[in-house]
């Protein structure tokens, strides 16, 4: 089964969140490469969290990046919930940037749009 890759504006069309759903970690890798300018800096290489069900990857100045590990997450009831888990990070992440402290309604519709964007 090949890496499923999505994106979901959030609020408009300056903030983004990028996912990827699936277990080929060469081409998550390949993906990573193109979206930041150095994965191997930091925390961002794939390696450093392959054994886990699912990641937020976020430098400064790029848009969050959400994983969810098929290899690890055995069951859809699995999936859905680390893609919720990690789309409240990504959320989170981006109300941080723009200095935003609400986390009600519009945070709660911006983890959904990410969630939704998988189905």
Known sequence: MKNKYY????????????VCVGRD???LTKK?????DD???????????WDKRGRILRKKG?????FVNLNTCK?????????????CHAIDEIFNMIGDNNRDELFAHS???VVRGYV
């Open 7 to 18: 994106q979901v504006p959030i609020l408009n069309d300056e903030y983004w969140v990028y």
């Open 25 to 27: 970690y060469s081409d």
């Open 32 to 36: 990573l490469e193109k979206h930041f």
């Open 39 to 49: 994965i191997h800096d930091s925390n961002l290489a794939p390696d450093a969290f």
């Open 62 to 66: 790029y848009a969050p990046y959400i």
């Open 75 to 87: 069951t859809k009831n699995e999936i859905f919930a680390t893609l919720a888990h990690e789309s």
């Open 111 to 113: 983890v959904g749009a």
